[in-house]
């Protein structure tokens, strides 16, 4: 059972990057897979989901508008494409995988069973 994200690196404000998250677990363990950010002293918090039973989609709303999750099943890879990059996006990325979960769920960092190693994204001029 293993998230490996990859993707992160250092961009423009206004710039875009696409993170990956390769997902190796059994369809039904991943079948909600979400990103979530974290930055020094403060909590985990949810970006996106993506949910395959659903077909669905979420966001956060300092994501919408400028972050798009969407996932490859035949290559096992959730992605999240990141347009109009602000500094206050930078943080380090954890991709998340849990079975189905409902709508209430899927922003809690508690509902997910496995979690990747994080990718590092900076936002800055």
């Known amino acids: 059972v293993q998230l490996q994200a990859s993707g992160g690196g250092l961009v423009h404000p206004g710039g875009s990057l696409r993170l990956s998250c390769a997902v190796s677990?059994?369809?039904?363990?991943?079948?909600?897979v979400a990103w979530f950010r974290q930055t020094p002293g403060k909590e985990r918090e949810f970006v996106a989901a993506?949910?395959?039973?659903?077909?669905?989609?979420h966001y956060a709303n300092s994501a919408k508008g400028r972050f798009t999750i969407s996932r490859d099943n035949a290559k096992n890879t959730v992605y999240l494409q990141m347009n109009s990059l602000k500094p206050e996006d930078t943080a380090v990325y954890y991709c998340?995988?849990?079975?189905?979960?409902?709508?209430?769920?899927?922003?809690?960092?508690?509902?997910?069973?496995?979690w990747g190693q994080g990718t590092l994204v900076t936002v800055s001029s």
């Open positions: 677990v059994r369809t039904y363990s991943s079948d909600t």
């Open positions: 998340a995988a849990a079975p189905g979960l409902i709508v209430s769920e899927i922003r809690r960092t508690g509902a997910y069973n496995y």
């Open positions: 993506i949910r395959r039973t659903e077909n669905s989609q």
